[in-house]
């Protein structure tokens, strides 16, 4: 049959066509294109949707990185900062780090820093795994997770400031912990490490920091099949094998997510060091806030590009333990 007859025929909406293997072939090519087309419409608008997120992540996030280390290579005196590249910055911070005796300052601080991290990572892992589990596999309604997850958000309600400050009254030495223990003849004298000591600063990091290792778990138990954990159960496991060998395995993209915000954000911070430590413990942060109000930029760059660089060390080492994006 003629080629130009075949095309006019399914133009007019003839499609009942001798079977001749042609009409195949062209309904086949039409399909292709016809599938072909919407892909190519769609991809415009997802470049087009990317761009104002792609704009605010370079505007917020790479140029003030870039202006950081940049200014982290400046030289300064006590008057201005002077733009002539100087590596004295760099070299203040481990000075005296070559040492093999005595541990230099910086190694110090940072060690200070990362004990604090970890034991709050321990701290706010175990509680947020605890309750996220809580609220997954022991509360039925989602009305009632609703409310139970809005309880826990109640102290974001109100500035980290008045969170921390809310400490004071409780656990100073004349506060409600002391004259209770002291009532009840537990202490015969005020507890003075309860308050400006190591253990205020992980209590407050705790307090202000477990929703965010809630969050991510409890979105992660969400997703996982109810089934598996009755076919656990079917098969004689224990409720603690059931959350060992089940639950955790499937809960680990949550896990690291957690880990990730409460490290990131434990490691540069500098206020809650500073209030509930009574300005006496040492951090990371705390160098760089103190450089920063003597308007010693340059050098707060460069501990802040250090700083950068040991988090995103730590971030990566976690991403290698599970790979997020095949997870998610």
């Known amino acids: 049959m003629n080629q130009a007859v075949l095309a006019g025929a399914w133009r007019t909406g003839k499609h009942r066509l ?22 190519r419409q769609r991809r415009a608008p997802a470049w087009l949707q990317a761009t104002p997120l792609t704009l605010t992540f370079l505007l917020f996030f790479i140029v003030p990185l870039v202006i950081t280390l940049i200014v982290s290579f400046w030289d300064y005196n006590e008057y201005q900062i002077i733009p002539a590249f100087t590596l004295k910055n760099y070299k203040a911070i481990f000075d005296g780090c070559s040492s093999m005796t005595d541990m230099c ?9 990362l004990k604090f991290c970890a034991i709050v990572w321990a701290v706010t892992l175990v509680l947020g795994f605890s309750i996220a589990y809580f609220l997954a596999f022991h509360v039925r309604t989602t009305a009632m997770q609703t409310v139970l997850f809005l309880i826990c958000t ?18 100073g030495r004349n506060g409600l912990v002391n004259q209770a223990l002291l009532g009840a003849h ?3 004298q005020p507890l003075e490490w309860l308050l400006y000591s190591n253990f205020s600063v992980v209590l407050a990091f705790v307090h202000l920091y477990t929703f965010f290792m809630i969050v991510p778990i409890f979105n992660a138990m969400m997703r996982i099949d109810r089934s598996l ?32 915000f409460v490290i990131t954000i434990v490691m540069g911070d500098f206020l809650t060091v500073g209030v509930m430590g009574g300005q006496q413990i040492a951090s990371v942060g705390k160098i760089i806030q103190v450089q920063t109000g003597y308007l010693q930029f340059p050098a707060a760059a460069a501990n802040a590009i250090i700083l950068l660089a040991v988090v995103l060390m730590i971030v990566w080492g976690l991403t290698r333990v599970v790979d997020i994006r095949k997870e998610l």
Do not use: H
Not at 158 to 170: A, D, K, Q
């Open 18 to 39: 001798p079977d001749d293997g042609y009409p195949a072939m062209a309904s086949i090519e039409l399909s292709n294109r016809a599938q072909a087309a919407p892909v």
């Open 105 to 113: 300052v910086t190694f110090k601080t940072y060690l200070s820093t």
């Open 154 to 171: 109640i102290p974001f309600w109100t500035s980290n400031v008045i969170r921390m400050i809310s400490w004071i009254p409780l656990l």
């Open 186 to 188: 537990v202490i015969d």
């Open 229 to 260: 954990l009755e076919a656990a159960r079917d098969a004689g496991a224990s409720g603690w094998q059931v959350i060992r060998d089940v639950v955790l395995p499937l809960s680990k993209t949550g896990i690291v997510i957690g880990s990730i």
